[in-house]
T-cell receptor
Framework: DVKVTQSSRYLVKRTGEKVFLECVQD?????MFWYRQDPGLGLRLIYF???????EKGDIPEGYSVSREKKERFSLILESASTNQTSMYLC?????????????FGPGTRLLVL | AQTVTQSQPEMSVQEAETVTLSCTYD???????LFWYKQPPSRQMILVIR??????QNATENRFSVNFQKAAKSFSLKISDSQLGDTAMYFC???????????FGSGTKLNVKP
């Protein structure tokens, strides 16, 4: 069974804190993504990784960084959390290649920055 | 630039009736994929249906079907015999041919009424 897990469902942090969001997939997928989901804006891509230690910026990378030391794990880091980073964060993974595939999503982490 | 537009923020339908959710997109790519995802309240995002842009035949999955109009860049989702379990946020998404970029619409909240 396909599985993408995220370390926390709910998180409350203070402004200025360093925040780590972890995502793990057990499907041996090459591509992994971090999105943030906000009402009326849909999902916006923060960062994308296509291999270990490889990453690409998405549409809204400012204030975020990522780490992918192992194929199955993709971490999103908020270096200094701010209130405008309060959001739902979704991780996803997909098998790369020519076959039609879809992204598998984690359950999401709802982050509140006070 | 790739964009996806869902012009209906919220819709309602009576149980057992049919409803159509609209989606338009813009892309300069010749090869791409289109998806509809469903996000039930407080639950994981899951794939509803997908369409390869090079295929003219509209995709169908049980009660879900799409009307893909490539020239018009339109990709609507029809749900037949609506069920209470169809109540969810629905996202239209455009995927690049190599699955390293996905673009999402802002979502349509569908409420199925008994």
């Amino acid at each position: 069974d396909v599985k993408v897990t995220q370390s926390s469902r709910y998180l409350v942090k203070r402004t200025g804190e360093k925040v780590f969001l972890e995502c793990v997939q057990d499907m041996d997928h090459e591509n992994m993504f971090w999105y943030r989901q906000d009402p009326g804006l849909g999902l916006r891509l923060i960062y994308f990784s296509y291999d270990v230690k490889m990453k690409e910026k998405g549409d809204i990378p400012e204030g975020y960084s990522v780490s992918r030391e192992k194929k199955e794990r993709f971490s999103l880091i908020l270096e200094s959390a701010s209130t405008n980073q309060t959001s739902m964060y979704l991780c996803a993974s997909i098998l790369s290649g020519g076959n039609v595939e879809t992204q598998y999503f984690g359950p999401g982490t709802r982050l509140l920055v006070l | 630039a790739q964009t996806v537009t869902q012009s209906q923020p919220e819709m309602s339908v009576q149980e057992a009736e049919t409803v159509t959710l609209s989606c338009t997109y813009d892309t300069s790519e010749s090869n791409y994929y289109l998806f509809w995802y469903k996000q039930p309240p407080s639950r994981q995002m899951i794939l509803v249906i997908r369409q390869e842009a090079y295929k003219q035949q509209n995709a169908t999955e049980n009660r879900f079907s799409v009307n893909f109009q490539k020239a018009a860049k339109s990709f609507s989702l029809k749900i037949s015999d609506s069920q209470l379990g169809d109540t969810a946020m629905y996202f239209c998404a455009l995927g690049s041919y190599n699955f390293n970029k996905f673009y999402f619409g802002s979502g349509t909240k569908l409420n199925v009424k008994p």
